[in-house]
């Protein structure tokens, strides 16, 4: 009896010291952020920022949206309290959406309290809207009610393994907008044309926090390729002899590239080569020739696409130079590698405008499929 007293006062005083959960919450009371949105206020409606939350079908039928209006990305917050009855739970957050015209002011206010927020995770995937991002969020929520977060989650996280777009989180925009000199890209999204979902459109430049610049596809295409993103993607060719259309189909390549920085005198010289690797996917003969069984037919095909590429990113380099007067393809570290002390008070002023940068596109095909 003695010692099943004891047995008992034990595992009373074991079960006074064993953890439990006394605050905890269900699931149902939280109202869980998986996209947000910022938009300039819509039209009668104060403040300077509209925050629309993209909220998970917890105990719902379909997925929900809330906007809030205030002066501040906290202001918005406080509002939710005073109106929703959920608990407001960033932890999931994945992408953060900017509408155009919010782009044109300052956006390091809602980049600033995202990251001292502790739930968010600094690999948010960041996304252009061109338009409002209320009004495409409540587009797609009526196409897909239950499944609008997971598409925009996909479509920006699996961008680089289907097209020459970058997929740009909340770090790499924050890091860019406190380094000189330099730009970010993130993809620009807007409803499709064909009304049944969203497309990505190209993609937008950041620079001070600011956008400075909207790109289309093929520019998109130049940027990455400039800038060493991995990516991967179709490219399109057109082959002419003699000034007429021999052939014209479409590659699937991946990308890589190497930077050599010299000095010519005072000026910088960058030596950028860019290589493309894969396979022919499709091809049309518009005119039969006895050469198009043979390995020349297949090295005329990837000059022209070297060829049009190369085109293609002296273009974005003439407008980086030109207009932009920034570096959007990240080769200023290369030469801060080597000359630090010298470069670093000249990119307040500008520095990438003054260097030259040479650009050289090696395409390798490694089959060809039937040729005839």
Known sequence: MKLRGMRIVFILVMGSMLCGCWDTIDLEEFDICLVAGYDTPPAGETGKIAVTALLADVGEKSEKIATHSARTVGGTRERRAYSEARHYNLAQLQVMLIGKDFAQQDIKGVIDINLREPEVKSSVNVALVDGRVEELLQFMVEKNPRKTSQILINLLQTLPDRAFVPSTSLHEL?????????????????????????????????????????????????????????????????????????????????????????????????????????????????????TLHDSQHLKEMEQAIARDLQLQMQDFIKFMQEELQVDAINITPYALAKWRREITPQLEQGFIEDVLINVEVNVILQNTGELG
């Open 174 to 290: 924050s890091t860019a907008f406190y380094t000189p000199g330099m730009a970010v890209a993130v993809p620009v999204l807007q409803v499709a044309q064909n009304q049944q979902g969203v497309e990505v459109t190209g993609s937008a430049l950041f620079v001070n926090d600011r956008i400075v610049a909207q790109l289309d596809r093929e520019e998109t295409r130049a940027l990455v390729l400039l800038s060493g993103r991995k990516t991967r993607g179709w490219l399109p060719f057109s082959l002419y002899k003699d000034g007429k259309l021999v052939d014209e189909g479409t590659a699937f390549v991946d990308n890589k590239r190497e930077v050599e920085v010299s000095r010519q005198g005072d000026l910088i010289v960058f030596d950028i080569k860019v290589q493309m690797k894969g396979r022919l996917v499709e091809h049309m003969v518009a005119e039969h020739s006895s």
